[in-house]
């Protein structure tokens, strides 16, 4: 059984900043692909930021220069730094992770339940 955890959304006004958090955990082998995703109402959810186990990385191109990934492998950990956030920013926003547990025989996406950041004066 694995859980995937987001945390640290809230309000924070136009310019502010928010780091986000997630933690896997549970019977994990390996972990590959880490992402973050938003949804916004009435929209479809898109791709925000993703980090290879390597390191590499891609952004939507309305984040970058604003928002930052990175992760810790040791921790099953990825952050999404947000700074010069807008408010179309606003969303919930998902943090998706590609893993292989030790009892499958191939690797699957498994999602959090999402953490509300909204961003208005």
């Known amino acids: 059984q694995v859980q995937v955890v987001e945390s640290g959304g809230g309000l924070v006004q136009p310019g502010g900043s928010l780091r986000l958090s997630c933690t896997a955990s549970?019977?994990?082998?390996?972990?590959?692909?880490m992402t973050w995703y938003r949804q916004a109402p009435g929209k479809q959810r898109e791709l925000v930021a993703g980090?290879?186990?390597?390191?590499?990385?891609s952004y939507n191109e309305s984040v970058k220069g604003r928002f930052t990934i990175s992760r810790d492998n040791a921790n099953y950990s990825v952050y999404l730094q947000m700074n010069s956030l807008k408010p179309e920013d606003t969303a919930v926003y998902f943090c998706a992770v590609n893993l292989r547990q030790f009892a499958g025989p191939v690797p699957r996406v498994h999602w959090g339940q999402g953490t509300q950041v909204t961003v208005s004066s």
């Open positions: 549970g019977s994990i082998r390996t972990i590959y692909y």
């Open positions: 980090i290879t186990s390597g390191g590499a990385i």
